[in-house]
Nanobody
């Protein structure tokens, strides 16, 4: 059974940090590009970051560049999203997702419809 499970969300003050984890079971993560998306109340789901399966390239939304870092540990079949300097506008449910983007990741990573598998999401709240 294919499954993605996110963890690491929570409540943090502005300027703080969190590390989200995405653990996969039922398939091997390194065959897929792994994306992180988020969805705030009343807003569309948006791409935050992606790590490709073809060459390990990473991609970020402009709103998180320089603050968030995506990485993968193939031995643990897990992908991480390190989030630093968090802002209230980062508050959302964060989802990890897997898709066979390959060399197209550079151009398509932020399109949610390119992905096949989704986790259940983890809440991140940035508030004082």
């Amino acid at each position: 059974q294919v499954q993605l499970v996110e963890s690491g969300g929570g409540l943090v003050q502005p300027g703080g940090s969190l590390r989200l984890s995405c653990a996969a079971s039922g398939f091997t993560l390194d065959y897929y590009a792994i994306g992180w998306f988020r969805q705030a109340p009343g807003k569309a789901r948006e791409g935050v970051s992606c790590i490709s399966n073809s060459d390990g390239s990473t991609y970020y939304a402009d709103s998180v560049k320089g603050r968030f870092t995506i990485s993968r540990d193939n031995a643990k079949n897990t992908v991480y999203l390190q989030m630093n300097s968090l802002k209230p506008e980062d508050t959302a449910v964060y989802y990890c997702t897997a898709g066979p983007l390959g060399d197209w990741a550079k151009h398509r990573w932020a399109n949610r419809y390119e992905y096949d598998y989704w986790g259940q999401g983890t809440q991140v709240t940035v508030s004082s």
